[in-house]
């Protein structure tokens, strides 16, 4: 029986600024085989923080990180602003393309946070590197545990009527939808801008990913979703988390798939607390 874990409520944020003013970063292109993917870093001498993205970018985050004494870096994936478009000759891997980036900026052990799509990337790239991590965050995936049985439901969560709602309909979450407006307006201009291609080009692994392999990573883990969130509802959010080792679990009350923009607050704090509680973890045995 798979093991469960105690999940973290967070209260729903009711007020909303514009984004903050960024923090001075460096921006770049780097060659990863065939592609160049675009990215920015914040460079200093603290621990670093890279960003695996959702569509809309970092903006809520990035001072915040950034002020705590964090080296933070975000890249764009294939396919997506300033990076080169996927192709079905050369897809490249996701996890390949972060371990280039990391070696390039000189980033040796990492906090990894991961959102959507990019956070498929992070358990992949762990399995094979364990040694360069300092933690994981997780959150608001559909999730490729590698598991039939997880499989299995995903006809009746994510049936086509879903799949074809438009972004801003089916990841800012009703609430925030409702109660802030510009926000949403904001979100969806970021979202029409980080898109360069139409068609999705699969993007292969390095690693099979299994029940088994994820059980086997022991970096501090962090996974969190929205209340609201259509892709991965609390209930998913639950039997992702059992795949893991002693996980902490995060629910962000009233939020939907985009929890760092509608619930920044709270998703910032929560962070940022993880992060300090796991400063210099050593993954060696």
């Not at 080792?245 to 993880?274: I, K, M, R």
Request: charged share 20%; hydrophobic share 40%; aromatic share 10%.
């Amino acid at each position: 029986m798979k093991k469960s874990h105690a999940m973290r409520e967070l209260a729903a944020q009711t007020s909303w600024s514009d984004t903050p003013a960024q923090a001075p970063a460096t921006e770049g292109r780097l060659d990863v085989g065939g592609a160049r993917i675009w990215y920015w870093d914040t460079g200093g001498a603290g621990e670093a923080v890279v960003l695996v993205h959702p569509y809309s970018g970092w903006g809520y985050q990035q001072p915040a990180l950034a002020a705590a004494g964090y080296r933070v870096v975000a890249y764009s994936r294939r396919g997506h602003h300033g990076s080169d478009a996927d192709s079905h000759e050369n897809p490249g891997v996701g996890a390949g393309d972060l371990y280039r980036l990391a070696e390039h900026l000189g980033i040796g052990r990492m906090h990894l946070v991961g959102f959507a799509a990019g956070a498929d990337i992070l358990p992949d790239f762990a399995i094979s590197r364990l040694e360069r991590m300092l933690s994981l965050a997780i959150g608001c995936t559909i999730g490729k545990p590698g598991d039939p049985a997880w499989s299995a439901c995903e006809s009746e969560l994510l049936p086509p009527e879903v799949k074809n709602l438009p972004r801003w309909i089916s990841e800012p979450g009703p609430s925030y939808r409702a109660a802030c407006p510009e926000g949403v307006h904001r979100w969806r201009e970021l979202e029409a801008r980080s898109r360069t291609q139409q068609e999705r080009v699969p993007v292969p692994v390095e690693n099979e990913v299994t029940p088994e392999l994820i059980g086997q990573i022991k970096a501090p883990t962090l996974l969190f979703t929205g209340a609201a969130d259509l892709y991965m509802p609390p209930s998913r959010l639950r039997a992702y988390a059992a795949y893991w080792t002693d996980p902490e679990v995060a629910l962000f009350a009233e939020a939907g798939h985009s929890v760092y923009w509608e619930q920044y607050e709270a998703f910032n704090a929560v962070l940022l607390d993880f992060f300090r509680r796991h400063r210099g973890f050593d993954p060696s045995p």
